[in-house]
C-alpha cells in the first residue's frame, strides 16, 4: 500500500527522485540566468549590470536586428546583453574601458560559437574613434550619457538607430516636448538631428549594484541629411 502511494516507488526511491529533478531543475534555471560576478565594481566607470532577462530580452527585441546588421555596445560589462546581440547579428563592436570586464567578457565567449563575431575595443567610448556599425544597442555609464549621445548623432555614415538605456531624468529631458516643464536645450538639439522614442521604464532593481535612480530605454533614428541642390540659374 505504501509504495502505491508513490507510484509503486518506496519512500527512499521517491525522495531521491525529487531531489535529481531539483537540483536538474536549479542547473537549468542557472545557464538561462544573467551571469553577475562578484567582483567588485567601479564608481568611476558607473557600472551597473543589467541582469533582468526580461528587460535584455525587450531591448534586443525594441532594436530589431537584422542578420546582417554590425552592432555598435558600449559598456559590455560581462556580457549579459552582448551574447543575445551575438545570437542575432553579423558582428558586435563592443567598447570597454575596464580591463576586467574585457576579461570576463572574452572568458565567457571563448567557448561559444559567437567568438569570431565578437570584436572589443578597449577604452574610454567618448576618445575613441568609432568604426563603421548599422546600430548601436548599449547600458551606457550615465555620466557620457550627454556627450556619447551628441558623438553618436555626428558619426558619419550615419546609422540606422540607437537603443539606449538612459538615467531616467535625462531621458524625460530626451524626450521633452515644446512647453514642457523639462524642454531644453538637450532636448532641441538632440530632436533637430533625429526621431526620439521612448521605449521601457527599467526599475533600478533591474541592476547590480541598482543604482540610485530609475532607467528608461530611448530609441534614437537620426535623421537623414538634407541634399542641397543648385542651379546654373541660380
Given at each position: 500500500?505504501?509504495?502505491?502511494?508513490?507510484?509503486?516507488?518506496?519512500?527512499?526511491?521517491?525522495?531521491?527522485?525529487?531531489?535529481?529533478?531539483?537540483?536538474?531543475?536549479?542547473?537549468?534555471?542557472?545557464?538561462?540566468?544573467?551571469?553577475?560576478?562578484?567582483?567588485?565594481?567601479?564608481?568611476?566607470?558607473?557600472?551597473?549590470?543589467?541582469?533582468?532577462?526580461?528587460?535584455?530580452?525587450?531591448?534586443?527585441?525594441?532594436?530589431?536586428?537584422?542578420?546582417?546588421?554590425?552592432?555598435?555596445?558600449?559598456?559590455?560589462?560581462?556580457?549579459?546583453?552582448?551574447?543575445?546581440?551575438?545570437?542575432?547579428?553579423?558582428?558586435?563592436?563592443?567598447?570597454?574601458?575596464?580591463?576586467?570586464?574585457?576579461?570576463?567578457?572574452?572568458?565567457?565567449?571563448?567557448?561559444?560559437?559567437?567568438?569570431?563575431?565578437?570584436?572589443?575595443?578597449?577604452?574610454?567610448?567618448?576618445?575613441?574613434?568609432?568604426?563603421?556599425?548599422?546600430?548601436?544597442?548599449?547600458?551606457?555609464?550615465?555620466?557620457?550619457?550627454?556627450?556619447?549621445?551628441?558623438?553618436?548623432?555626428a558619426h558619419r555614415p550615419i546609422?540606422?538607430?540607437?537603443?539606449?538605456?538612459?538615467?531616467?531624468?535625462?531621458?524625460?529631458?530626451?524626450?521633452?516636448?515644446?512647453?514642457?516643464?523639462?524642454?531644453?536645450?538637450?532636448?532641441?538639439?538632440?530632436?533637430?538631428?533625429?526621431?526620439?522614442?521612448?521605449?521601457?521604464?527599467?526599475?533600478?532593481?533591474?541592476?547590480?549594484?541598482?543604482?540610485?535612480?530609475?532607467?528608461?530605454?530611448?530609441?534614437?533614428?537620426?535623421?537623414?541629411?538634407?541634399?542641397?541642390?543648385?542651379?546654373?540659374?541660380?
Open positions: 500500500k505504501r509504495q502505491a502511494e508513490y507510484g509503486g516507488f518506496s519512500s527512499f526511491q521517491f525522495c531521491e527522485m525529487a531531489i535529481r529533478r531539483k537540483k536538474h531543475q536549479g542547473h537549468k534555471e542557472r545557464e538561462s540566468h544573467p551571469i553577475v560576478k562578484d567582483f567588485s565594481l567601479t564608481k568611476t566607470f558607473g557600472q551597473h549590470l543589467l541582469i533582468n532577462n526580461s528587460i535584455l530580452d525587450n531591448i534586443v527585441e525594441k532594436a530589431n536586428i537584422k542578420p546582417t546588421d554590425v552592432v555598435l555596445e558600449i559598456g559590455p560589462g560581462t556580457g549579459n546583453l552582448t551574447l543575445k546581440l551575438l545570437a542575432i547579428a553579423k558582428q558586435v563592436i563592443a567598447v570597454e574601458v575596464d580591463p576586467r570586464m574585457v576579461s570576463e567578457l572574452q572568458k565567457r565567449v571563448l567557448k561559444t560559437p559567437f567568438k569570431p563575431k565578437l570584436s572589443i575595443l578597449v577604452g574610454d567610448a567618448i576618445k575613441t574613434e568609432f568604426p563603421y556599425f548599422d546600430v548601436v544597442v548599449a547600458n551606457i555609464p550615465y555620466q557620457i550619457s550627454s556627450p556619447l549621445t551628441f558623438k553618436l548623432l546609422f540606422r538607430s540607437a537603443v539606449i538605456m538612459y538615467q531616467r531624468e535625462f531621458a524625460l529631458r530626451l524626450i521633452a516636448k515644446p512647453g514642457d516643464e523639462l524642454w531644453c536645450r538637450l532636448a532641441v538639439n538632440v530632436q533637430l538631428l533625429s526621431k526620439v522614442e521612448h521605449l521601457i521604464k527599467v526599475s533600478r532593481n533591474s541592476f547590480r549594484p541598482p543604482p540610485k535612480v530609475d532607467s528608461s530605454v530611448i530609441k534614437i533614428t537620426p535623421h537623414k541629411p538634407c541634399l542641397l541642390y543648385t542651379s546654373d540659374a541660380a
